[in-house]
């Protein structure tokens, strides 16, 4: 599922939230953006799967096992702006993003 969202600058905000439950998400843009997924609360998370956004390729988040407690992916973009993402519940296993975007 498509979805765009406003992001605001200069710190990690959680586009999607799993608790006992496994997804994948696929980024793209905006250039310099940075993704992660987080496992956890507070200081007792820790961080994973981070990566930097070129604008051209696709990247993969995975949430597993590890939502058993709770899990969210997070973008942290350099300036305010509009992200679109592609999202698929469940087990899903994905190389690539269904519809281009």
Request: glycine share 10%; aromatic share 14%.
């Amino acid at each position: 599922m498509l979805k765009t969202k406003l992001i605001t600058c200069c710190d990690w905000r959680t586009v999607e939230s799993f608790w006992n439950a496994n997804g994948t998400a696929f980024f793209k843009a905006p250039d310099g953006a940075q993704i992660k997924v987080r496992y956890g609360v507070s200081w007792f998370g820790f961080d994973r799967q981070q990566q930097t956004l070129n604008g051209y390729d696709y990247k993969k988040l995975e949430v597993g096992l590890g939502s058993l407690g709770y899990a969210r992916m997070q973008i942290k973009v350099p300036r305010n702006t509009d992200v679109t993402y592609d999202v698929y519940g469940g087990g899903v296993a994905r190389p690539s993003p269904e519809i281009p975007f």
